[in-house]
């Protein structure tokens, strides 16, 4: 009984594993993602449109479900000495035997200029 009862609980954890690791990962990444992209975007020209179409990119790179309107991008003050804000809520539904899950990511970052 004891051996059954284990080997149970050990298919239950691989299966959680699976289902729940990768949007994780995908999340660190995207999050990752977006620091360098407001780290890079604080010291360049670039506009908040272009900064919402790299991050969108990236988006869809990692098979993150978010529409580019639902990425919130706010850019303020001049090159190097402003700051830049990006915003992205999105939600995975990973599908476990017989129960959906939701799970609510909010990658978010601001970054400062040096001055």
């Known amino acids: 009984m004891r051996l059954a009862i284990g ?17 994780y990962w995908d999340n660190y990444q995207f999050e990752d993602a977006i620091k360098t992209e407001a780290l890079i975007s604080t010291n360049s020209a670039k ?29 303020s003050g001049m090159q190097g000495s402003g700051f830049v804000a990006i915003d992205v809520p999105y939600t995975v539904v990973v599908n476990l035997p017989g129960y959906p899950v939701e799970l609510h990511f909010d990658a978010a970052t601001k970054n400062k200029g040096v001055f």
């Open 47 to 75: 506009t908040e449109d272009q900064i919402r179409d790299t991050v969108y990119k990236k988006a869809k790179e990692l098979e993150i479900p978010v529409e580019r309107d639902a990425i919130k991008v706010q850019r």
């Open 7 to 23: 080997i149970i609980v050990i298919v239950a954890v691989i299966i959680f594993g699976v289902a729940f690791v990768p949007p």
